[in-house]
Structures are given as C-alpha cells and as structure tokens.
C-alpha cells in the first residue's frame, strides 16, 4: 500500500526518486522520504505529511546523489511521524532500506536483534530489515546477495525492500515476495518502482520482480538472481501507459477525469471483443480453459471493495443468464471460513491492480482445491494477471483518484462479456437474445455521454447535501450493488456516514433512521422492480425524507414524488447498473468538492491495497 521508487544514473536521484513519489502519492501519503549516498555515507531526509513537504526540503538542503531511493507510506505500524517514515537506516549506518508489506515476524526478529544491541528508533515492523540486514551481512563477509538470500528466507509476511548500502555506493539492491516491484531499464540509468506511473516518463521498457527473487541493480546493468542464488534471464515487457494518462488534463481532480473517461473506458474494455454482426463474444484469455469455464457447477466471485460491488452485480446477471448457482465473497474473509471448494469450480478473481492481498491469497486458497481461477484485472503483468489460469484484462487505463470509478465500469462491461460468452455456450439465452445484449452493451458509452452533460445538473444537488450527515442508498436486484458502491463513494470522498441497502430491507430496520435530515438516494428504474420501488419512495416520503431517484429518461410518476431527480437512458434492465452508477459517481464527487474534501486522496485510504 506504500509507495517505492529507486534510481541510478546520471541524473540527480533525489530529483528523479521525489518526482517519482508524486506519481505514486495516491498509494500511500501519511509520510514520504528519500536516501541517497553522499561523502562516503547515507544521507536520509523524511517527512511526516504529503511528498510536497519532502519536496521542498530537498530542494532547500540542494541534496544531490547518484544513486537514490525513497517511499510514500500508509501506516500500518505506527503512526504518521518523521520518525516512522522510510527509509529506515541500520544502527551502524551502512543500510538503508525501504519496504511495501508487512512483516508478520518482526517482533520476534526485534526482540532478537535488540538483544544482539541493535538499537531501534521507529515504531516500524520495516525498520527490523534494515538491521537484520546489516547483522547477517556482518556474518556473510559483506556478501549482500548471499545476505539477502538469508534476510528474504527469514522475514514472513509480504514484501518488497529496496536497499542502498555504503560499502556499495553503485548499486542498489532489491527483494520481493508477493508484492509489487518494476525495473525500469534505460540507457545508462536504471529504475525501480512500486508500479509503471514513475518510470513511464523515462521509459517503457520494464520488468516485472518476481516473487523470491533477488535484484542487483547499477547505472549500466543489472543481475537478478532466484531463491538459489542462480541468476535467471526476464522477458522485457512494455508499458502500456501514456505519460498523458497520469496527468489531469485540464481536470480539477483525476476522480473527475476518470468518471469523464467512461465512454472511451467501457469502449475500450469491449473493443474486439463483440462480432460485428453482434452474434458472438470472443475473449481470447479463455481460450485453454474454456471447458473448464463453460461446464463449472458454480461461479464463485472473489474481490474487495468496489470489485467485490462488481462481482455482486455479477451474480445477478450470470444467474439469470446461465442458470447456474453462483455467489460472491468478500476475499479478506473467504479462507477464514473454511469455505467450500469443489474440484471445476470457476473462480473469478477481481481486482484494479492485480495486487490485492487479500485477494490473492484467497485464489491461492481456492487453487489448492482444484479450481479455476479466472483474473479480472486492469494492470499487465500483475499478480493475479501471473497465478489466474486464465482471464481477461479491463483496459481501463491507468486509475490514480483513490475511490475507483472507470474501474469499476470496466471490470462489469468485462463481467457481462463473460456472462454472454458463457449463456452462449450453455445455450440459456437465445441467438437473438445474444445479438440484442451485445447491440445494447456497445450502445452503453455513449449513454454513458449523455449521462456525463448533467454533470453541471447534479452539481446543484449536491449543494442540498452539503451538510448532510448520515445518507441512505436503496437499490432493489441488481441495483442493490450499485446502492452500496455509491454508498461507498460517498462516504469514501465525504466522509458523510452512508449506508446502502436492499430496497425491500428498509422496513426491517433502516426505515427508523428516515427524518428530514437523513436524505436517501434510491436508484427508481423502469424495470422490473419499479412498482416496488415507487413504494419505497412513498414510504420516505411519508416520515418526511428527502429523496434523490435515479430513473428512466421520461419516466411521468416518480419527479412528482422525490425532492430530486437525475434522469438516465433506458436500457435493459441488466445492464442498467452501468448507467445508474454514474450519475452516484457524479454525486458523491461534487458532494465533497463542495465540502472542500481531498477527493484525490481521501484520509486514511490507500490506492492499492498490498497487505492483509
């Protein structure tokens, strides 16, 4: 969930690594730091707060080295403080390392090391690296990559450390297992980093770290070796990102320039996929376990947060349109139930970075039984994109706002791909049943368009929630996903408490937190819920509630009985969850901008989530 960039090269590192942690802030920005090598000895500047104060603080010091390293932290051990902020230094200062994961040992390593006269200053489970390092060095003659072999087989939990050492002032070092870490290869310079956003300025040409290796990394060339200390050739992969794609572009926030990308976006993620006689869906990521795919008794779909929203949207449609049993699980909870998992069970694993933790493990869990993990993701090369048997990509672009948005649209345009392809195969839906889903599926963004003019329109009802302070979402079927991610938008961005609902539970319970104070936002579409739903509304209404309906462009009867109305393009009722969750997007975004939130980087939240 943090941050880390490495260089080496001609330029000024600390230049190039800051930069660097500016395209990485939205992974973590509670604290920021850098190390260089400078006059024979590590020289550390950190700062609790956002990289602009690390920024200004290089710049006033002019700190200058060849070779750096630096991180954007989200606590986990400790809190926010220059102090606890990497890079973190070993006692007799001849390491530095920085560090993404947890280190689920680091007590019993702290107590060790503290006995051997290591003498701590953080809070940190990262800082027992930097120390443990410098002692196994020590006994190694100095020998980092037999030492680091050493290190990486004695720290559990999940990591990546990037390490500077004195006594080898022209390299840098790395370990990894099961989270995120990119070379970046140049000509007479070398790079590291968390992700692609910091290397894309320099180069396109990468390889992606993998698990128990070992890096050693100078200005002119670099060895990465395997848990055995053999080295191991990688094949060069390429950035499929645009400098252009993490900029603003005009836009007051990338949330905002990301719900504007949705038509190109849902586009995108659909683009050769559909016939152009509309008759078939091809997905060419499925192709060896097709079978497998197609004859499953069970869809299990496995995600957190937003994804798991979308895999709930999922199960609705893949139910009606394959008929068979299908359910959706939290992915932080799934092993710690002792779930079910029959041999052909077809698991689909969703996830914007390809990273999540726990999301990953839970595939793992799921494979051990024998079943077929499909990955949903948005990001090459990643790591649910490496141990999924098969899948498809998004191609949603780079996502840099914090709450997801063109994400979530993508990864359910991909989700219905595979629910046609596999009610084809099955023969539950009809030829034309098929032709006519896939007209109305590539008819999707520009409606998605149309929604986005009301910007201006939804803006103004957002000012009536201004100084709300605790909201109500209500979808029925399968808006009642779309009900609880736009609750989570809002109370993402907001910080407005915001609970979304099932409709029809709102008289068990929710109904007794309705007032004049406690707006409600209910997603009123013209399907086959809708008589239902107008109830709903009535049944505000009636205790004095404010409601905000999201319904079909012409619809007569509801504008008469909500306080608001934002109007949408009708589709089917299927596919209307890639209507109805824009117009919330729109809503929650204004909501805190008129509130003066930090809609980019909202509190204590982190992009990619790489630790349990």
């Known amino acids: 969930m943090c941050g880390i960039v490495g260089y080496i090269g001609s330029k000024n590192a600390i230049e190039v690594v800051v930069k660097g942690l500016q395209r990485l802030e939205y992974r973590g920005y509670d604290s920021a730091g850098v190390a260089g090598i400078s006059n024979g000895k590590i020289q550390i500047v950190k700062k609790n707060g956002r990289v602009d104060i690390l920024k200004q603080t290089v710049e006033d010091i002019k700190f200058t080295s060849h070779v750096g390293i630096g991180h954007t932290r989200w606590a986990t051990h400790g809190e926010p403080s220059d102090i606890n902020a990497h890079p973190h230094i070993s006692s007799k200062g001849k390491v530095a390392i920085v560090h993404n994961g947890i280190i689920e040992n680091y007590l019993t390593l702290k107590k060790e090391l503290q006995k051997k006269g290591k003498v701590f200053l953080s809070e940190t489970d990262s800082e027992v690296i930097a120390h443990l390092l410098e002692e ?33 002032p022209d390299m840098i070092y790395a370990i990894k297992k099961g989270t995120p870490l990119v070379l970046g290869i140049g000509q007479g310079e070398n790079f590291l980093a968390s992700d692609g956003t910091p290397l894309v300025q320099y180069t396109k040409s990468v390889i992606y770290i993998g698990d128990g290796e070992i890096l050693r990394m100078s200005a002119k060339d670099f060895q990465i070796y395997n848990s055995d200390i053999q080295e191991i050739s990688h094949k060069t992969s390429t950035l499929e990102m645009e400098l252009s794609m993490i900029e603003k572009d005009g836009f007051e926030h990338f949330m905002l320039k990301e719900i504007f990308e949705q038509p190109k976006t849902i586009l995108d993620s659909m683009r050769g996929r559909i016939t152009a006689d509309f008759s078939e869906v091809k997905l060419g990521g499925i192709n060896k376990y097709a079978p497998q795919l197609y004859n499953a008794n069970r869809y299990l779909f496995l995600a957190c947060g937003t994804s798991f929203h979308a895999g709930m949207v999922a199960r609705y449609v893949f139910e009606q349109w394959c008929r068979v049993a299908c359910e959706v ?25 390809g990273e999540t933790a726990d999301t990953i493990v839970a595939i ?121 991610e736009g609750a989570l938008k809002m109370k993402e961005i907001t910080y407005i408490h915001a609970e979304g609902y099932a409709a029809g539970e709102m008289k068990h319970g929710p109904i007794a937190l309705i007032d004049e104070n406690v707006p409600t936002v209910i997603i009123a579409v013209k399907d086959s819920n809708y008589l239902k739903v107008i109830s709903n509304i009535k049944e505000i209404k009636a205790r004095k509630g404010k409601v905000i309906a999201i319904i079909t462009k012409g619809d007569k009867d509801i504008p008469g009985i909500a306080d ?49």
């Open 136 to 168: 196994v060095l020590e006994a190694n003659g100095g020998d980092m990559i037999a030492s680091l072999q050493i290190v990486q087989r004695t720290l559990v939990g999940a990591f990546a450390v990037v390490i500077l050492s004195v006594e080898q």
């Open 329 to 353: 699980d939290v992915a932080s909870e799934f092993r710690y139930r002792k779930p079910v998992i029959h041999s052909g069970d077809a698991i689909f694993a969703i996830s914007q970075s």
């Open 364 to 484: 793992e869990e799921a494979k051990e039984h024998g079943a077929n993990i499909f990955g949903i993701c948005n990001v090459v090369g990643s790591t649910i994109s490496r141990v999924s048997h098969e899948g498809a990509y998004t191609h949603a672009g780079v996502e840099i706002g914090v709450a997801s948005t063109k994400a979530f649209t993508a990864q359910l345009t991909v989700l219905y791909l595979f629910g046609l392809k596999i009610a084809q195969s099955k023969g539950t839906l009809t030829a034309e049943q098929i032709k006519q889903y896939n007209k109305e599926l590539l008819a999707i963004p520009n409606q998605v368009a149309e929604i986005l003019k009301m910007s201006a329109e939804i803006l103004e009802i957002s000012k009536t929630l201004k100084d709300a302070h605790s909201m109500l979402f209500l979808g029925r079927g399968v808006q009642f996903p779309i009900a609880l």
């Open 564 to 612: 608001h109305c934002i109007e949408i393009p009708e589709t089917s009722d299927a596919l209307y969850p890639l209507l109805t969750t824009i117009p919330l997007q729109l809503l929650s975004y204004h909501t805190a901008n008129v509130r003066g939130c930090d809609i980019d980087k909202p509190r204590n939240l982190a992009k990619s989530v790489t630790v349990e």
